[in-house]
């Protein structure tokens, strides 16, 4: 069997390998996600019968130009990259690695609120210039500095990695408060869910754990700014598109948002003229939350568990089924 990896650097930068799926057959790697246009895609994939994406898109369009594709595996959680719709009517099943960053990415998302708080590479920064050297007193501060006992962070959305995320607050002594787009009874009896009215009026800090949909795609805007907290501080581990980035951008440069941490753009990679680029007390980091060695490993190990079900059979973690 021909298998083809579209876009392979995110996952295996060098430090993983394919043997897993090479087990199965022919494998050519395409490292990088850059391609010129919709026929590069078509001709990386050729005649492969197994193709492996990250964010390579894949179209309507592009699967009636290679019609030996029988199977689509997306090395992410999120696969709106692919048309399951068109892969469906083919009978090309596209499968997706649920819950493997779960932890990885609710360390990452207080590893963001932990820099707000404590500013700790702003001081690192300072000492390493000297300031502390020429200091008279035996400590300082550069920035304010904040106690995340007793804090209310309000969590949007409470699948696995907000739960994680929840467990990491009360471990901190914080209160913990969320909003589900349906009812979703938390398992500990700290954690209140409550409407998302209430959640924008009660949170000290906000942090998004939605997927981006036409119903989430920019639900942190001018109007709903306006509701939270003065000082909010707003995390986002998710996706980019769930902020109005320049609704964001002008909040924080008013101290209406007291700072922000996001790992994700709406565009990635991240251009010139994002609003965010310039805002005050925003941190931005590369999209990594996920990207921990330990957390690759299991991906690779799933997504190649995903592909020796589909040729045993057994399909799994298929996104496309009929009624899915």
Not at 131 to 141: A, K, L, P
Not at 269 to 287: G, V
């Amino acid at each position: 069997m021909k298998i083809v990896v579209l876009d392979g650097y995110a996952l295996n930068p060098g430090d993983l390998d394919w043997q897993g799926f090479e087990a199965f057959g022919e494998v050519t790697v395409y490292d990088r996600t850059s391609f010129t246009d919709k026929q590069e895609i078509i001709d990386r994939i050729g005649e492969a019968e197994a193709i492996l994406t990250n964010k390579t898109p894949i179209d309507e369009e592009i699967l009636s130009a290679v019609p030996k594709l029988k199977y689509i595996g997306v090395v992410a959680t999120g696969y709106n990259v692919v048309d399951v719709v068109a892969a469906r009517k083919r009978n090309i099943p596209v499968t997706n690695i649920p819950s493997y960053g779960t932890d990885a990415v609710a360390q990452f998302t207080f590893a963001l609120l932990l820099e707000i708080a404590n500013q700790v590479g702003v001081h690192n920064a300072s000492v390493q210039q000297g300031e502390w050297q020429r200091s008279t007193d035996f400590t300082y501060q550069k920035t304010p500095l904040m106690e995340l006992r007793g804090k209310t962070i309000g969590l949007i959305g409470y699948g696995e990695i907000a739960q994680a995320t929840a467990t990491i607050a009360h471990a901190f002594n914080m209160k913990v408060i969320y909003w589900n787009h349906r009812p979703k009874k938390a398992q500990e009896d700290w954690a209140k869910q409550v409407s998302i009215e209430e959640l924008y009026q009660q949170a000290d800090i906000i942090s998004l754990h939605v997927p981006q949909t036409s119903e989430t795609e920019k639900m942190i805007n001018q109007k709903t700014i306006a509701r939270m907290k003065e000082g909010v501080i707003l995390l986002n581990t998710a996706r980019g598109g769930l902020l109005d980035e320049a609704a964001v951008a002008g909040a924080l440069n008013r101290g209406q948002i007291f700072a922000a941490g996001v790992d994700v753009v709406s565009k990635e990679p991240m251009t010139k003229d994002n609003p965010l680029m310039s805002a005050k007390n925003c941190i931005i980091t590369p999209h990594i939350a996920w990207r921990p060695l330990e957390t690759r490993e299991r991906l690779m190990e799933i997504a190649v568990d995903n592909f020796a079900a589909y040729l045993a059979g057994k399909e799994k973690n298929v996104v496309n089924k009929e009624g899915a």
